[in-house]
């Protein structure tokens, strides 16, 4: 961990620390060196202030998720919705990896991620009641999640309040998280899979997992991560890559979601790999639910209009 003198410090004791808190970084464990930048720390004053207007909109439940559908390409229907958190009143725009970065340098995590399970329930509630009864909702979660020796319990729990829900409630664990402990990692999911939740893997590509390691997981989705896909018509290697990973993971059985995708002629390649799902732009930005619910009429108006 680095930090320079005068930039981030003039005196010892705060270099020290500085340099501690680059140190514990993401970047740091990744790729061995890393800078202090004040967004990596917790102990900010500006750090510090989020974190108290975070418990704050947690409290008075300010902040809301936007969903982003899921299409699958063997018949362009819609076949789920991803969960995405969003502060919609705060008056500085605060990006979902912001909240979730201070989240888990706070401990704020945990209930947190909490609030959003809950919600993802009441959302698909919604879902259901407006005719979609087939639409799955995916939920991200933390490595700090997964460290939780009671978090599986408290799913469990929690899907049994809504047995309507079962099966159709998907947890989506980061490549790159999983990897900070694969051990515990790799328990974590099989007992949430043990309790009957489909898991997902996101931003697959991204992260250094072996392939004796991802054959391992108990999940049934692998999601390939936007930096492969964005560039995907015009890179030979990323149609190679991509190409390679998804007859991979259909051979160890798992279900492929392309993120990212924004154009037609993306969404064409991919259906020609073989790709199972896309995600992204192309379809639509995340929107609130009752965006969302208009934006799935109009699709199925579309799509009988096709048929």
């Known amino acids: 961990g680095v930090a320079v003198y005068p930039d981030h410090g003039t005196d010892t004791n705060t270099l020290i620390r500085k340099a501690y808190v680059a140190q514990e970084s993401d970047d740091a464990r990744d790729r061995g060196l890393a800078y202090y930048h004040p967004n990596q720390d917790s102990y900010s004053a500006d750090r510090l202030t989020l974190a108290s207007s975070l418990r704050d909109a947690l ?71 407006a005719g979609h009864p087939h639409l799955s909702v995916s939920v991200n979660i933390s490595p700090n999640n997964l460290r939780e020796q009671e978090f599986p319990l408290f799913v469990q729990r929690l899907m049994t309040s809504y047995p309507q829900h079962a099966g159709k409630i998907i947890l989506e664990v980061t490549e790159t998280s999983m990897m900070l402990d694969p051990a515990n990692s790799l328990r974590a999911l099989r007992s949430l899979d043990y ?48 190409q390679t990973t998804i007859n991979m993971c259909h051979d160890l059985g798992y279900k492929v979601v392309a993120e990212g995708v924004e154009d037609l002629e993306t969404a064409e390649l991919l259906a020609g790999m073989d790709c ?32």
């Open 59 to 129: 409290r008075k439940d300010e902040l809301a998720l936007f969903f982003q559908p899921k299409q699958s390409l063997t018949d362009q229907s819609i076949v789920g919705v991803e969960a995405l958190i969003r502060w919609p009143g705060r008056k500085i725009p605060t990006p979902a990896d912001q909240i979730i970065g201070v989240a888990e340098q706070t401990g704020l995590i945990k209930p947190l991620t909490r609030w959003v399970l809950e919600k993802a329930m009441v959302a698909r509630d919604e879902l259901v009641a």
């Open 276 to 307: 199972d799902m896309i995600q992204g732009f192309h379809l639509t930005p995340p929107q609130p639910m009752e965006e969302i619910l208009l934006w799935l009429t109009g699709q199925n108006g579309r799509e009988q209009r096709g048929a």
């Open 195 to 242: 309790t009957g939740i489909p898991l997902s893997i996101d931003d697959f590509g991204s992260g250094y997992s072996s392939l004796s390691y991802i054959k391992r997981l108990p999940a049934s989705e692998i999601k390939i991560d936007r930096s492969l896909i964005t560039d995907l018509t015009f890179q030979a290697e990323d149609r190679v890559i991509v």
